[in-house]
């Protein structure tokens, strides 16, 4: 198997490079090429991988080489420049931006929830967004049980989710270094009610992702959802209060029996010992936590969760891998 990742020297792209070296997913034997591809300014740099060093090459040069994936971490236009390039080579992209993810013939896959609808002729897919995949992944389980007619949702996302130059901001801030700004305010001792770019009817496209991403893995449009996404000074993972409103009655204990056999989740739940998800748990880690499982009492078939995963891992690297993962144990590629 001959792996691309685009976007290498990345924030993302260096951890799917480290997903892949931890091989939890591809042994690293069962990769026999290894490219990692970036814009022509850092054509040329050095990377390691599984001990051994890579030069960084470029696009053209990376679809020569026909690799079976290219796991995309670039942003949406270089996606969508070059991934139909990869893809007319025959070449598997993973995409881990917003590019593709809402195309009608584009899957949009979470492997332990929709990862059988993929074929051999899809050879663009779309790894959801961040707050999206560790949201649907406690959703899966419960909306097949219960169906969901109603989600709120409240997220509270790392500054990872921005990128190095968040990071940079966060940290520099909290030695006093003024130096280039990601945000429009100080995030330090802060956050603020805003995720991407603001539209026309009030909501950022961070939110929109949420609605709209969410309907299409879940494969129901039917399901009402709203969402408000807060950016806080954390580096480790977003958090996410999500208030569903089922159609059918629940019982909490099948709930939590539901969420705990869950391929990939994590129950953190227990008020007495002030066990419940948070960032500090999650960071470095693939699962899902959940918890604050609790009935919303001031409405009926209404249920409480706290959900928190690592963004980088889960809710990007970890999930593009995946899905190369099952492409090669699926014979796809």
């Not at 026909?66 to 025959?90: C, H, L, N, Q």
């Not at 003024?178 to 956050?191: F, G, H, Q, R, V």
């Amino acid at each position: 198997m001959k792996i691309a990742v685009v976007g290498a020297t990345g924030l993302v792209g260096s951890e799917m490079i480290k997903v892949l070296e931890e091989q939890r997913y591809i042994p690293v034997e069962e990769i026999t090429d290894f490219y990692p591809v970036a814009s022509a300014k850092s054509i040329g740099k050095e990377i390691k991988f599984n001990g051994k060093t890579c030069k960084v090459i470029g696009m053209e040069e990376a679809i020569a080489l026909r690799p079976d994936v290219a796991i995309f971490s670039a942003g949406a236009s270089t996606s969508k420049e070059w991934a139909p390039k990869f893809a007319e080579a025959g070449t598997f992209v993973v995409d881990n931006s917003s590019c593709w993810r809402m195309e009608k013939n584009v899957p949009l896959v979470v492997p332990e929830i929709n990862a059988g609808i993929l074929t051999k002729k899809d050879k663009i897919i779309a790894n959801p967004n961040c707050s999206t995949i560790q949201l649907v992944m406690a959703l899966a389980p419960l909306h097949k049980a219960y169906k969901i007619n109603r989600l709120v949702i409240s997220t509270y996302q790392s500054v990872t989710g921005t990128g190095v130059k968040a990071v940079k901001q966060l940290n520099d801030e909290r030695q006093g270094i003024d130096s280039d700004k990601a945000y429009p305010y100080t995030i330090d001792m802060n956050l603020f009610p805003h995720g991407g770019s603001f539209l026309e009817n009030g909501y950022t496209t961070e939110e929109e992702k949420l609605v709209e991403e969410t309907r299409k893995i879940l494969g129901d449009q039917s399901i009402r959802v709203t969402a408000t996404v807060v950016r806080v000074p954390v580096v480790g993972g977003h958090s996410e209060a999500v208030n569903i409103e089922f159609e059918n009655e629940f019982d909490l204990a099948d709930v939590r029996r539901l969420l705990e056999e869950m391929p990939g989740v994590t129950v953190q739940d227990d008020p007495s010992k002030n066990l419940y998800p948070m960032p500090l748990f999650s960071h470095g880690k693939d699962d899902v936590f959940v918890g604050r499982i609790r009935r919303d009492e001031s409405n009926p078939k209404t249920l409480n969760l706290w959900v928190v995963s690592d963004n980088l891992r889960k809710g990007a690297a970890t999930n593009a891998v995946q899905i190369a993962a099952y492409l090669k144990e699926n014979n796809l590629v």
